[in-house]
């Protein structure tokens, strides 16, 4: 009895911490009631969940940011986003498409000389390559919505070469450079194949149109503007005192406290941490929330400044850039490829992270855990979102910003 008080006790903290003007608290605990058995269990340490209808919020913490400390999760902790980096890069090149200084179609050579002339890889044999010169041209909107033919990662980043991985190793610019010099898998365009190193590459393009470093643009154009002052390429000394650590986990058993993965190696923050667009930034669950509200409310932050143009989400961000048949991915963002009522878009990562959003509806589902394994709670926790969302909702007074501003 007195673990199960204990729990109720974690999970009332984010309660409080969100109790803010302009969302209305749900009264309800769905997640908390999802997910307090795996958290008893001990097979989850601990996770954040928010689930959001037009102004009216549910938020829930719970379990531990760090098992053996008994440190309670919070909306504060910083963690790895890791792919979820990718829906940044997206808003970047899309402020910089509104603003008429790239096209989607125009070539990456355009911006990037290297990729002029590239080599299709047809197969190998004994060690022998067979190639062909491509036929298609390589367009940015292909580096974005993993249609360009890339290979997962670059050869620079090995998650199994200490002093490698998404933050280390070659900058951005040395990753493009590299990448234009390695075959690609297909013709650009024609197949689809998730790619950090696309993204990266798309990063290095907003860096020759900016003139800035991609990390530095990201925070004068969108995080700075937003508020969202605990997100970067690295945290700080502070914030890693406020760490969520990572777990491996296993149906049925507690969760193993994991030092690292080979994809993410410590140390974090020092002169080694090169950024990457594709899976690179570290942030909060009160940030994140910053940023997937900005792009639920058309571009405009829940602080009522505006990222980008109602239309600029609509048609390049909600909805899928690839040729038909190849699913549904527009710029780093997972997108449906026709856009209706009943259609979210969003973006996951690695350590089992996501947040998708239903811009017609005003409704948002957040999710932070750090874990390397299955999640055995997804079908309670998919439960509890129904119940969620199914209820009718009062947001009288709740203050929008949908249409209301520009």
């Known amino acids: ?237 502070k914030q890693l005192r406020h760490i969520i650590e990572m777990y491996d986990v296993q149906e049925g058993k507690p969760a193993v406290h994991k030092l690292q993965n080979g994809w993410m190696q410590r140390p974090y923050n020092d002169r080694s941490v090169v950024p990457s667009a594709g899976a690179g930034l570290w942030t909060t669950a009160e940030d994140q929330l910053k940023f997937y509200k900005m792009l639920m409310n058309l571009g405009i932050g829940d602080n009522g400044v505006r990222i980008l143009k109602e239309d600029t989400v609509k048609e390049i961000l909600a909805k899928s850039t690839r040729p038909e048949g190849m699913g549904g991915y527009s710029l780093g963002l997972s997108a449906p490829v026709e856009d209706g009522e009943n259609e979210w878009f969003g973006h996951g990562g690695a350590w089992g992270t996501n947040c998708s959003v239903n811009w017609h509806k005003r409704q948002l589902r957040l999710w932070v855990v750090q874990i390397n394994g299955g999640q055995p709670w997804s079908k309670d926790m998919d439960e509890a979102a129904k119940k969620f969302f199914s209820q009718t909702v009062d947001s009288d007074n709740i203050r929008e910003y949908t249409g209301r501003m520009k």
Not at 20 to 42: F, H, I
Not at 100 to 124: A, C, M, Q, R
Not at 127 to 147: D, E, P, S, W
Request: glycine share 8%.
């Open 1 to 237: 009895m007195k673990r199960l008080i204990l729990f109720i006790a974690l999970a009332a903290v984010c309660l409080a911490a969100d109790a803010r003007p302009g969302v209305k608290d749900s009264k309800t605990n769905y997640a908390r009631e999802a997910l307090t058995p795996y958290v008893q269990s001990g097979v989850l340490p601990g996770a954040i969940s928010i689930f959001y209808n037009n102004g009216v919020q549910e938020t829930c913490c719970i379990g531990y940011a760090d098992v053996a400390r008994k440190r309670p999760i919070k909306l504060t902790d910083v963690f790895m986003q890791c792919s979820q980096t990718k829906g940044f890069c997206g808003v970047t090149i899309a402020k910089l498409v509104e603003e008429g200084k790239i096209s989607l179609d125009d070539p990456v050579s355009k911006y990037l000389p290297e990729f002029k002339e590239l080599w299709v890889l047809d197969g190998e044999k004994d060690g022998i390559r067979t190639l062909h010169k491509a036929k298609n041209v390589l367009t940015v909107r292909m580096v974005l919505n993993h249609t360009g033919g890339f290979t997962f990662e670059s050869v620079a980043k090995r998650e199994d070469i200490p002093g490698s991985g998404w933050s280390k190793g070659a900058g951005l610019r040395q990753v493009a450079l590299m990448a234009a010099a390695t075959p690609l898998q297909f013709e650009p365009g024609t197949r689809d194949s998730y790619s950090n190193l696309g993204i990266d590459i798309g990063a290095a393009i907003v860096e020759v149109v900016t003139g800035m470093k991609w990390e530095d643009y990201l925070k004068k154009a969108v995080l700075d503007p937003l508020g969202m002052k605990s997100t970067w390429i690295m945290p700080s000394n």
